[in-house]
């Protein structure tokens, strides 16, 4: 690979972009995780719900941090590294993401303070409505974020002035273009999966020591009931967002699935190994005439090759391939533990079995791997273009030095392992405490914030 | 159509000039109390003074989010220019801004390493202001532009100018903070939050000046804009107000009133604000390019003004009330197990 700046530039922003997209990951989930507890506090009055709502609070206010800084890099990386994707998009996705802006900065801004320090001040009604605006606040965000994010794959409803910019024509399909509303539920599924996999991963944690946590146990069935209703649904709801991407982006499909001829009945092939150079998927395990039913429901149907484009409009098939295939393993996986969880619980034996305790402490982290193997998927998919076959990526990228794109680079590598390291740790400290069911409303020591603001984007 | 662009262009430019002096007078001061951390007696004080915009900091730095994404919506030629021609200072920002923005969580996440996010607080809130200030220079200094694209090369942000205006703003960052605390807090630290007052009030003070003087020497337009006939008329006023800002600022101080210094402070920084306005209007790449040369298609104006009209009016709604809720001094035994 040769470091000229626009590498460097994707590399960099490839960083900053996955470092971020964890935290809204994290707290889209977790802020409406956050309001059915408080909902089931005050419809069943028990205790147990309003320990775990402290608990996860704690935890909530410490990656919304961390998402806002990495946030805020973000908004300022479009115009440092990608300028002339800046100047040409900005007309369009200028106003998409100040809407996001100002959307979370309403919602979230005003209630999340609220939320983390005004129990005793507000009243419980004003408390649990501010717990709810926080959690639509942060849907908001994804709701802005993904608009933009699918006009670059799917973009409609624009014309070109003499500029060369694009211009909204019809701002009804820049919003809701082709690819939004499936990579909007495929998105937000992935975020109340992933938090479902932490809490599960936490309470399974502290239920191997002390089986009799009444909050641990509460937490665990929670997000076993997550798991095993959700995780099927994200299965239908990504193979709807795949079929969407076969109408509109083949050539991504092509990559995913590793094909390189057009054909009909093409086999699905389960691993293997899709050469750029070589034009094929060498160590294939397939199986035959599944592909095509899968992308076309006709076992005869007929599937598009990668060959089907030059050289030089292929995305990279060996990276979408295996993070596609990352991805759905993982899928696969949390069904299964949704599936398990079944089993045990109609067996009245939930937290009895240490192995599958074990085995979801070890799935906490999953989501977040999915999540970025499913972002890395269909944004390599969209190579070699930013603004889907309008726009490409060599043409997108700011007039600057591979040394200053390069020393930027490493700057935000060792700033981000630092300190998102030191917050990570702060995070798993923070779950490594049992929940408690005297749980604090505000913890002693630490400084009372914003009952009126805070910031926006967690997106 | 063409004068509805007009207007609306006119419109975004205020609007974003506002949120950047929203963003220049609310952070102002909470990252000048990071810049004068070091200099505070012990771990007591320091818990007081963080504590004392602890609640607002992250509001506050929303704004510069805000001016950004504003920017992007509304001039996007501006943004794609002034972002490369910015590259390291504006780097250098958001990595000052990501280690203070996290001390204010984990600082009260650790007892044996606070130092650390001590130095992380401080250091990253002297960077950031010293990396805006040298961005402000820059752009007083002018960004060359040719085919839509920054023509300039990657250290021509790098002057003895810049480096004044660098320093210029982290000094009167500091006495934003100075005068806040002396507002919010009481005792032994007020004592010292005054001395820091007068030695960032007369820096400041000094430094204005000096910038003021090179100004319009670095562009004939700006010399034109402040001394031609009629023109003094108008502009004649913003010097004279300093004067009576800086009277305001030291009598406050001398006489040991409370809001008095912080309000004055704020009076300098608008005041200055009004000054470079004066200078850039209507320029917002100057000397490359107009608010109307770099404004979006009319359609994409509209249809952010939509949201923003209503939302920036109860943005602020909400930031008064914050401010209201916290009013008062800071609790000095608020931050003791």
Known sequence: MEFDALTLARLQFAFTVSF?????????????????????????????????????????????????????????????NWSVFSDKTGPILGPLLGYEVLAAFFLEAGFLGVMLFGMERVGRPLHFFATLMVAFGTLTSAFWILSANSWMQTPTGYTMNAAGQFVAADWWAVVFNPSFPYRLVHMVLAAYLTTALVVGAV????????????????????????????????????????????????????????????????????????DMAAETTRYKIEVPRLGSFILTHDWNGTVKGLKDWPRNERPNATIVFWSFRIMVGLGTLM???GLWSLWLRFRGRLT???????????????????????????????????????????????????????????????????????????????????????????????????????????? | ????????????????????????????????????????????????????????????????????????????????????????PITAMLLGLVFRGVAFEFRWRTQHRKYLWDWSFALGSLVAAIAQGIALGALIQGIPVANRAYAGGWW????????????????????????????????ELQEQARR?????????????????????????????????????????????????????LFWGLRRRRE????????????????????????????????????????????FLLVGALVLIPLILGYTILAYWVFRGKVDPKASYH
């Open chain 2, 156 to 187: 021509n942000w790098l002057t003895w100018f810049s480096l004044i205006t660098g320093l210029a703003l982290a000094i009167g960052y500091a006495l934003l903070g100075a005068t806040w605390l002396i507002l919010k807090t009481s005792g």
């Open chain 1, 203 to 274: 309470g399974a944690f502290h239920l191997l020591s002390d089986r009799a946590n009444e909050g641990a146990r509460v937490m665990f069935s929670m997000a076993m009931w997550m798991a095993a209703i959700v995780a099927p649904i994200q299965l239908v709801a990504g193979d709807l967002h795949g079929l969407n991407t076969l109408k509109h982006q083949p050539a991504k499909i092509a990559a995913m699935e590793g094909h390189w001829e057009t054909g009909a009945g093409q086999p699905l092939i389960l691993l293997g190994w899709p």
């Open chain 2, 259 to 302: 809001a008095m210094p912080f309000l004055a402070a704020i009076a300098l920084f608008v005041l200055s604000y009004i000054g470079l306005g004066i200078s850039f209007y209507p320029y917002v790449v100057p000397p490359s390019l107009t608010i109307w040369d770099a404004a979006a298609p009319a359609s994409s104006l509209k």
């Open chain 1, 335 to 337: 069904i299964l533990v």
């Open chain 1, 20 to 80: 971020h997209i964890v935290f809204p990951a994290f707290t889209i989930g977790l802020a409406s995780y956050l309001a059915v507890l408080e909902g089931l506090w005050l419809y069943t009055g028990r205790n147990v719900f309003l320990a775990l709502f402290n608990y996860w609070k704690k935890i909530f206010a410490v990656s919304f941090g961390m998402g806002v800084v990495s946030g805020l890099v973000m908004s300022y990386q479009f115009g440092t």
């Open chain 1, 352 to 459: 009895e079995s240490p192995a599958l305790l074990r085995l979801t402490v070890l799935m906490g982290p999953s989501g977040f791997i999915a999540v970025l193997a499913g972002w890395i998927t269909t944004e390599v998919g969209r190579q070699p273009y930013t603004v889907y076959g309008l726009l490409r990526t060599a043409d997108s990228v700011s007039p600057i030095d591979a040394q200053a794109v390069g020393a930027s680079l490493v700057a935000f590598i060792v700033v981000y392992f630092l300190v998102f390291g030191a917050g990570t740790y702060y995070l798993l400290s923070l779950m490594h405490r049992p929940p408690d069911l005297s749980e604090p409303d505000i913890e002693k020591g630490v400084p009372t914030r914003a009952a009126g603001i805070t910031p926006a984007p967690a997106l």
């Open chain 2, 196 to 248: 820091f007052a007068w030695i960032t009030g007369l820096g400041t003070l000094a430094l204005i000046g000096l910038v003021s003087l090179i100004t319009p020497f670095l562009d004939p337009i700006f010399m034109q804009r402040w001394f031609a006939w009629p023109a003094i008329l108008y502009t004649a006023p913003v010097p004279i107000f300093v004067a009576l800002a800086a009277l305001a």
């Open chain 2, 1 to 88: 159509m063409l004068d509805l662009l007009t207007d609306l262009a006119f419109i975004w430019a205020a609007l974003i000039a506002f949120a950047v002096l929203a963003y220049v007078l609310f952070d102002g001061f909470d990252l000048g109390i990071g810049i004068l951390f070091p200099f505070l007696a012990d771990d007591h004080d320091r818990d007081q003074a963080m504590n004392s915009v602890a609640p607002v900091w992250d509001g506050n730095e929303t704004w510069l989010i805000l001016g950004g994404g504003g920017l992007l919506a509304a001039f996007p030629l501006a943004y794609a220019v002034v972002m490369p021609a910015l590259y390291a």
